[in-house]
């Protein structure tokens, strides 16, 4: 299956990376000059969450030298998207830039940001036929029947979310199939456009997003500490962990053609306990399992109203469409990671 960007950077075509600066926009900014070092990357961030020191430290840690692209610092939802895309000509658009603060109760700014500054950029891919993939999130589902039952999500399970930052996600899916829909009536082909509802994401390069930062993250911060890792009881909550590598290359192989356009799953397609990713982390910094024994208390009833005790990404669908599959197991990865962490946690 050939890469539609690849085939593009050789004529000196872009890639653009809105929110390039945060945890996964730089992970990928470091992931796509790794498969082509002379391609120009585009980052496009407000840098109110994100940081320079991420695209640096990225760059860095995939060896693929200093960051020679260009840095537009500015909302999404605030360029001419119409403009940049007739001059820069890009191969392909990664679209990250979000509020990703999952506690955030601003509806309005939520949903403002998310959703409906992603509307114009939509258009103009689609218009413009260069491919866009755009993240999605699992929260979308909310807590959907499969949780109960806990078996995995499948694509239309998802719909019914349990906070404003998934349904300001679950309205850019909307978008976007309204779009399949419209193209497809009148032009015969859906663009080249695919929502990636990303799970659980941990790796390097998320020690600025504080709060929000991975459970596997917290923990290993805790202990390093010198401090007993704090989980809700019983610890049985489980969540689809997956690695931020697996996330890049799936986000990455989104863009190439032949690839379906829709909505998809990006999950490593098996759930982790909180109760293992504790285990793990503390088998990666080389703690014996009696040591900092982990810390249960009750839930917070404000927390509780919104909670997901379980979420699993059903992959059957990502497989067939984009032909990716996740390459990490996730305790074996949070096992890596903590080891990696302890390695370099003054610059964690």
């Keep these: 299956m050939p890469d539609n960007t690849e085939q593009s950077s050789k004529g000196g075509r872009p890639v653009i990376v809105t929110g390039g600066a945060g945890f996964v926009g730089s992970n990928l900014i ?42 537009i610092t500015a909302d999404a939802g605030n360029l001419d998207w119409e403009s940049i895309v007739e001059q820069a000509t890009p191969g392909a658009i990664y679209h990250l830039a979000a509020i990703t603060d999952t506690t955030v109760m601003d509806e309005a700014e939520m949903i403002r940001v998310n959703a409906e500054e992603f509307r114009e950029l939509l258009h103009v891919c689609a218009d413009s036929r260069v491919p866009l993939v755009y993240a999605s999130s699992a929260a979308t589902y909310g807590t959907p029947p499969q949780a109960r039952d806990r078996v995995p999500f499948p694509e239309p399970a998802a719909g019914k979310p349990n906070n404003v930052y998934g349904f300001s ?40 997003k504080g709060k929000m930062a991975s459970m596997a993250y917290q923990l290993a911060m805790q202990m390093l500490a ?41 999950g490593s397609g098996q ?78």
């Design 271 to 348: 759930t982790t306990s909180f109760a293992d990713i504790a285990a793990a982390v503390r088998a990666g910094l080389g703690l014996a399992e009696s040591e900092l024994p982990t810390d249960y208390f009750e839930m917070p009833a404000d927390i509780r109203a919104f909670y997901q005790d379980y979420t699993c990404a059903d992959m059957s669908a990502t497989r067939k469409a984009i032909g990716w599959e996740p390459k990490h197991d996730p305790r074996t990865a949070i096992r890596q990671y903590a080891a990696y962490l302890l390695q370099h946690h003054a610059h964690a």
């Design 30 to 71: 470091a992931g796509l000059l790794k498969r082509k070092p002379n391609r120009k990357v585009i980052a496009v961030d407000n840098f109110r969450s994100g940081s320079f020191a991420n695209i640096v430290e990225a760059c860095e840690r995939e060896g693929v030298g200093a960051f020679t692209g260009e840095v």
């Design 169 to 208: 996600k679950w309205l850019m899916e909307n978008m976007h199939r309204d779009l399949i829909a419209e193209y497809t009536k009148h032009e015969g082909r859906a663009p080249n456009i695919v929502g990636l509802r990303y799970f659980n994401v941990f790796g390097p390069g998320e020690s600025r």
């Design 226 to 266: 010198g401090k007993r890792p704090r989980l809700f009881a019983d610890g049985s909550q489980a969540r689809d962990q997956v690695s931020a590598s697996d996330v890049v290359d799936c986000t990455i192989n989104a863009a190439r053609d032949g690839v379906t356009p829709g909505v998809y799953n990006l």
